[in-house]
């Protein structure tokens, strides 16, 4: 298995353009999560889905920060409208079921709003 | 909700000497106590966990020791080397039902072994 598949890796935007970061979990996987990762905040929790549905939400810094999940091997992290505090690495992992615990992240994006 | 705390923010250690991560949590209810090093520029990745039935667990040169009742686990390792160096987060989980175990993360730990 390819792991956990994230793009773009590296995006650097200027302040007010949409992105979009997407995530292609672990084959199987019904649990996905979008996490972003500072420096002053360390890892944060967003959002994470099961099965496609989205479960909780109550990480979303803001109503600019969107996700979706279409079907099972697919999922968008969207901001609209960027700003330069959006700047971070965003992480997104998968897991197999209720049962399991683990959690396998993804390469990350490294997000630079200029 | 869960609170982690992690503890030093930085750690030095000697080629060969062990090294010593702590974390306590807040959640009484949390079970599941996973450990993740992450190298500069790499993803987090599992190296080790713990669940609350269990007071310990070890692979090969490192451990975690879990005590329910002071609501604090730490990660051992031994006879450490160079790429042991890395940030290593601690992160607690309880059961939520019909849900997946959402995972607070502490604030990481740079560890450093010098040769």
């Known amino acids: 298995d390819a792991g956990v598949i994230q793009s773009p890796r590296h995006e650097v935007t200027e302040m007010g353009q949409e992105v979009t970061l997407r995530c292609k979990p672990i084959s199987g996987h019904d649990y996905l999560f979008w996490y972003r990762q500072t420096m002053m905040r360390g890892l944060e929790l967003l959002i994470y889905?099961?099965?496609?549905?989205?479960?909780?939400d109550s990480g979303m810094p803001e109503d600019r920060f969107s996700a979706k999940m279409p079907n099972a091997s697919f999922s968008t992290l969207k901001i609209q409208p960027s700003e330069p505090r959006d700047s971070a690495v965003y992480f997104c992992?998968?897991?197999?079921?209720?049962?399991?615990?683990?959690?396998?992240f993804g390469p990350g994006t490294r997000l630079t709003v200029t | 909700g869960e609170n982690v705390e992690q503890h030093p923010s930085t750690l030095s250690v000697q080629e060969g000497d062990s090294a010593v991560i702590k974390c306590t949590y807040s959640?009484?209810?949390?079970?599941?106590f996973p450990w993740y090093k992450q190298e500069l520029g790499k993803r987090p990745q599992l190296i080790i966990d713990?669940?609350?039935?269990?007071g310990e667990k070890k692979d090969q040169r490192i451990a975690v020791t879990l005590n329910k009742t002071a609501k604090h686990f730490s990660l051992h390792i031994t006879e450490t080397q160079p790429e042991d160096s890395a940030v290593y987060f601690c992160?607690?989980?309880?059961?939520?039902?019909?849900?997946?175990?959402?995972?607070?993360f502490g604030s990481g730990t740079q560890l450093t072994v010098l040769p």
């Open positions: 992160a607690a989980s309880r059961d939520s039902s019909g849900s997946a175990r959402q995972l607070t």
């Open positions: 959640d009484s209810a949390s079970n599941y």
């Open positions: 992992a998968s897991s197999l079921n209720h049962d399991t615990y683990e959690q396998y």
């Open positions: 889905f099961n099965n496609n549905v989205p479960i909780d």
């Open positions: 713990i669940r609350s039935n269990v």
